[in-house]
């Protein structure tokens, strides 16, 4: 991946525009637009809204609910609307209706198309059920049972040599059930390859009765040895250094069938640094739990030898980060073994984790603007699905329907897909770096700054702190940024739909880019260049778009729901010949909202 310019040219929004009907709604979840009903009144006072191409401003308080004007002006004008429900709090979503309307009436009634884009294929059916929604169970489900658990004090043993045989608890039960504590399952494996941070072990259910196996040795020591040189100094770098409770020295990487069974990539388990008289299924040492080969779905779906060859050090890397995350808060934080952090931040670490020891794989940096233009070279391929697929894939899955992200997943579990909080996390960190974190002289990958935000964010500081409450702190503690949740929102709200989004001499503000990735170039490219099954239209995001000078006379109207952080996005364009134009926020049923609404409105001029 070299930090070149993207391949292609970009649907900036006068090219969208072209020939365009009065709306084009793609790949939007909520309600199709309607007329609005005749005894609508919006209220009376409002706000002007005047930006310069290129600017933009957040709306707040009494601002962000009151009506908002688009005035006639001498040039045609574009802007991308991000709405925000500002709530940090767990909670389902919130009902609003965006209305739009004109002072004056037309004659012509406006003719309108409405598409949905198509969700990114699954890259595995039953991994990205885990990451869905098994995986937030999973972590539940160890809370509960190591609440009040006392950490390990530590057992020492030997350092592992290849051949040993090694015998792991397991937290999955005969039935392919998690009972995190109680289940009394073991998995005997054998040690296939030892570096000086991991040891990699077999389960030797994987082994045939030759004794042959999926996986070659030479195959297990290229897994480490790639893990030693990249993995474990960015790690370290980033998030720190995990403990060594049983003092040999080593990370298991368990590659098992168990993780097969609960339909996982791979998993930590904070249990698995209990101490086992309050945890008989502890191991009471440092296991990262790996997919393993199953190629006739004998414990689940089918895993082809490729896919675990594809995934596996990326996987190693992503549980590392949680296993250093857990036991910093733990040994060094001085907390209880279940203070890591609120999953959807845990979950963007791990995520960064993946990222930059990608980009430290192919001698690249943060900051570089990658559109992977050069992903068509083989080498190059490999590093993508090894370190970036999974990134953009979850990212991918949080644009395509972005007003129902559970940063706060509790809710309906039907419709809280966890995946796009996962997305979410990854890509805000991202921008929180890019955006904040942009001196402290050079670090292994990114800055210092960058090295040393996500270090405070894996402890959480002095208390531990989670979710949006460590993002404040971290940023003020590291970079002396003092920024509230809704104030990051309103920044971050509108970089998805604008980033690297092309427009003739209209510089956007900084803080509307990723200064890593080029968003819309590297989903272009990877559709391009063998995925599109993955992303079949490239970049997933492309809000709806709405010509204010052709409305019909009634207006109209988008009902939608927000869930606390997320987001709804709208494209609007009034040319010279456009009147008078006034939006408004109201509730379900199109009535005005009370000032206190946890609402905040950012609007960027694009053209």
Same mark, same amino acid.
């Given at each position: ?48 809204? @005047? ?37 940090? @709090? ?35 059916? @039953? ?41 792991? @608890? ?11 504590? /109680? ?22 259910? &994987? ?19 790639e893990a030693e040189e990249y993995t474990v100094p960015v790690s370290e770098a980033y998030f720190g250094s995990p403990p060594d409770v049983d003092r ?13 069974? &609960? ?20 191991? +009471? ?24 060859k594809d995934r596996l050090v990326g996987v190693l890397t992503h549980e590392l980060q949680h296993l250093i995350h857990a036991g910093r808060r733990t040994? +060094? ?30 001698? &690249? ?9 050069? &992903? ?26 972005? *007003? ?32 904040? /974190? ?29 979710? *949006? ?121 199109g009535d005005p909202i009370t000032s206190n609404a946890d609402l905040q409105i950012t609007i960027v001029r694009t053209f």
């Amino acid at each position: 991946m070299t930090p070149v310019r993207r391949t292609r040219a970009h649907r900036g929004p006068r090219a969208a525009l072209a020939g365009a009907a009065v709306l084009t709604v793609v790949g939007c979840e909520s309600a199709p637009l309607t007329s609005l009903p005749p005894d609508f009144a919006a209220p009376t006072s409002s706000t002007t809204l @005047r930006l310069e191409p290129g600017a933009f401003t957040t709306l707040t308080g009494a601002q962000a609910v009151a009506p908002i004007d688009i005035a006639p002006a001498e040039e045609t004008q574009t802007f991308v609307v991000a709405i925000q429900n500002t709530s940090d @709090r767990a909670g389902g979503g919130t009902p609003y209706r965006l209305n739009v309307r004109r002072e004056a009436q037309i004659s012509a009634s406006a003719s309108r198309s409405a598409r949905r884009a198509v969700a990114p294929k699954p890259l595995h059916p @039953r991994l990205d059920a885990w990451a869905g929604r098994g995986e937030l169970d999973f972590r539940a489900d160890v809370r509960r049972q190591i609440d009040g658990a006392r950490a390990t004090s530590g057992r020492a043993r030997p350092a592992p040599v290849v051949g040993q045989i090694v015998e792991f @608890r397991s937290p999955v039960t005969a039935e392919g059930e998690l009972d995190t504590c /109680a289940s009394t399952e073991r998995v005997t494996g054998i040690v296939r390859a030892v570096t000086p941070s991991f040891a990699i072990v077999e389960d030797m259910a &994987l082994v045939d009765s030759a004794g042959a196996s999926p996986l070659s040795a030479a195959d297990y020591a290229s897994f480490l040895s790639e893990a030693e040189e990249y993995t474990v100094p960015v790690s370290e770098a980033y998030f720190g250094s995990p403990p060594d409770v049983d003092r040999n020295g080593v990370v298991y990487a368990l590659v098992t069938l168990e993780v097969n069974r &609960l339909g996982a990539a791979g998993f930590f388990t904070a249990s698995d640094l209990a101490a086992v008289e309050d945890c008989a299924a502890s191991n +009471e040492g440092e296991v990262l739990w790996l997919i393993a080969p199953d190629p006739v779905g004998r414990h689940g779906s089918i895993i082809s030898i490729d896919l675990v060859k594809d995934r596996l050090v990326g996987v190693l890397t992503h549980e590392l980060q949680h296993l250093i995350h857990a036991g910093r808060r733990t040994f +060094e934080g001085g907390g209880a073994l279940g203070a890591a952090d609120e999953p959807w931040l845990n979950e963007g670490l791990s995520h960064i984790a993946e990222e930059v020891t990608g980009l430290y794989v192919a001698g &690249l940096r943060t900051g570089q603007n990658l559109s992977l233009s050069d &992903l068509d070279d083989p080498v190059v391929n490999e590093r993508f699905r090894r370190y970036h697929l999974g990134d953009m894939s979850i990212v991918a899955n949080y644009l395509e329907s972005t *007003t129902n992200v559970p940063l706060l997943p509790l809710g309906p579990t039907t419709r809280n897909d966890f995946s796009r909080a996962r997305g979410f996390g990854y890509l805000f960190l991202r921008w929180l770096a890019d955006r904040f /974190a942009t001196g402290g002289g050079q670090g292994l990958v990114g800055t210092g700054d960058e090295e040393a935000l996500f270090r405070a964010l894996t402890l959480g500081g002095p208390g531990l702190l989670q979710s *949006t409450a460590n993002v404040e702190a971290a940023l003020l503690s590291t970079l002396g940024a003092r920024r509230t949740w809704d104030q990051l929102l309103g920044e971050y709200a509108a970089v998805p739909a604008v980033d690297d989004f092309t427009e003739p001499q209209v510089p956007l503000a900084p803080a509307l880019q990723l200064s890593t990735w080029d968003l819309q170039g590297a989903y272009e490219n990877a559709r391009l260049n063998g995925f599109a099954a993955v992303f079949p239209n490239g970049f997933p995001l492309d809000p709806p778009l709405l010509n204010l000078g052709e409305l019909p006379a009634g207006g109209f109207a988008d009902s939608f729901e927000l869930y606390p952080s997320s987001v709804y996005y709208i494209r609007l364009e009034a040319s010279r010949e456009t009147p008078l134009t006034r939006l408004s926020i109201g509730d379900a049923t199109g009535d005005p909202i009370t000032s206190n609404a946890d609402l905040q409105i950012t609007i960027v001029r694009t053209f």
